[in-house]
């Protein structure tokens, strides 16, 4: 915008000298043209002839080139006459005009913006803002279409314009305590990608590595605030534990802040089954959550990419992965 | 293969395509279409110059009068930052339009 202004006066600053450096301009090209041509094998005369018929017409041309700069010189000039001319008839009704839409402009702003926090809330996290939730939808069951694995898989290998992809669903879990006290938590099992993606870190030990998700890797968990302070006491001697979730034996790595919700779950707990992250909930906790922009994808084509791509997640994570990979994928852009 | 005039609206894509090579005056722009397209296509001058000027008033492209070695007056065109960016959006519109349009003549 700025550089267009800045052309715009320049171009009115030096009308006159523009026109006479157009004809200079085009005088230029005619000669061009003419040694062109006799280089060719022209005579000057032919070489002249074919170059002003080439040109179409040095008149028109000139003609066509004062009119572009005529046609923006008029509009502006008009429109700043028609201003200039309102304000010293109308006076008062200018003013209120203005001062009027000023405040219509401003009062739009802060209702988009309010409504844009509403219907659109950044997550929690750095750069909220970048976190996308992807949600594969099934038109014909009008439901969530959760076999997304092999697709997640496609994306994390493709994606070029992400920052990182992370994948999680939620489960319910009984949670065995030493006491044989048996507490039923709702799980999140994730990538460990999924930490990378909302960059948090963790309040004590550590958060899920990708060697968690390696075949054989022994099953850990990373527990939730809630949960820390509810079931363990908020004991800090908790890392290295096993504890029992399901019929799954898991030693805990870390704990991490509350503030780590996902989509409209129960603040959760983190807990790994193998190679999968868990992040579970104390039932009945409440927690609102931050529910992230969806992008709902077309379920018919996602299988189509997978079946074009079969058998590429072997390896990739182990069966308790798989599973947790086919519910939701935050990508962080 | 016969020249084809260009299609309305490429002209500027041309210009700001060519000014990425480097600074050039209206001839050597017009030469350089002339040359890359192999004569397959003709910007004609009646309609490159005052696309010129319409582009610099744009800010798209900016132009200082230089003098030739053989003392010749001649306008010089380089791409600004502006029209560099103009050039990346309309170069991909355009390759969205050039590959719809051969899908369909491709079609059955």
């Known amino acids: 915008m700025l550089a267009r202004l800045i052309a715009y006066a320049r171009g009115i600053a030096r009308r006159r000298a523009i026109s006479s450096e157009v004809e200079d301009e085009l005088r230029f090209h005619l000669e061009q043209e003419i040694e062109a041509h006799v280089a060719r094998g022209a005579s000057p005369a032919e070489a002249r002839r074919r170059a002003l018929r080439d040109l179409g017409g040095l008149t028109q041309t000139k003609e066509a080139v004062r009119e572009v700069r005529a046609i923006w010189g008029s509009g502006l000039a008009h429109d700043s006459r028609l201003g200039l001319r309102m304000v010293r008839k109308y006076p008062g009704l200018t003013l209120a005009g203005g001062l009027a839409l000023a405040i219509a402009v401003g009062i739009g702003a802060a209702w988009y913006d309010f409504t844009g926090d509403l219907l659109r809330p950044s997550l929690p996290f750095p750069d909220g803002t970048r976190i996308v939730e992807i949600e594969m939808r099934n038109p014909m069951i009008s439901g969530d279409e959760r ?3 092999h697709d997640f898989l496609i994306w994390k290998r493709d994606a070029r314009l992400i920052g990182d992809l992370g994948a999680y669903r939620t489960v319910e879990r009984n949670l065995v305590l030493g006491d044989a006290r048996t ?4 799980v999140a099992e994730t990538t460990a990608s999924a930490f990378r993606v909302t960059r948090v870190r963790p309040l004590m030990g550590r958060t899920l590595l990708d060697g968690d998700e390696q075949p054989g890797a022994r099953a850990v968990i990373v527990l939730g605030f809630g949960v820390w302070q509810q079931q363990f006491g908020a004991r800090p001697d908790v890392i290295g534990q096993t504890v029992q979730l399901g019929r799954t034996t898991t030693t805990v790595v870390g704990g991490h802040a509350a503030r780590l919700r ?17 992040i579970p909930a104390a039932r009945g906790s409440g ?15 996602g299988v189509r990419r997978d079946h074009r791509t079969g058998g590429s997640s072997d ?19 | 293969m016969p020249k ?7 002209l500027d894509l041309l210009i700001l395509k060519i000014l990425t090579l480097g600074p050039n005056h209206g001839w050597g722009i017009s030469n350089r279409i002339r040359q890359i397209s192999r004569d397959g296509l ?15 008033l744009n800010g798209d492209v900016a132009s200082q009068m230089t003098t030739s070695e053989n003392n010749r007056r001649a306008r010089v065109y380089r791409l600004t930052p502006a029209g560099r960016r103009r050039l990346e959006g309309e170069t991909a519109t355009w390759e969205h339009f050039a590959l719809s349009i051969k899908r369909i003549l491709q079609a059955g």
Not at chain 1, 183 to 186: D, S
Request: aromatic share 2%.
């Open chain 1, 315 to 333: 390896g990739c994570l182990s069966s308790d992965a798989r599973a947790s990979a086919s519910a939701r994928a935050g990508i962080r852009r």
């Open chain 1, 262 to 278: 996902v989509s409209g779950e129960p603040q959760a707990v983190g807990a790994a089954s193998t190679s999968t992250v868990g």
């Open chain 1, 183 to 186: 507490e039923p938590v709702t």
């Open chain 2, 4 to 10: 084809t005039d260009l299609l309305q609206g490429t």
């Open chain 1, 147 to 149: 076999r997304v694995l």
């Open chain 2, 42 to 56: 003709n910007a004609s001058q009646g309609s490159l110059y005052p696309a010129l000027h319409r582009l610099e």
């Open chain 1, 287 to 301: 927690g609102s959550g931050v529910r992230p922009a969806r992008a709902e994808c077309d379920s018919s084509a």
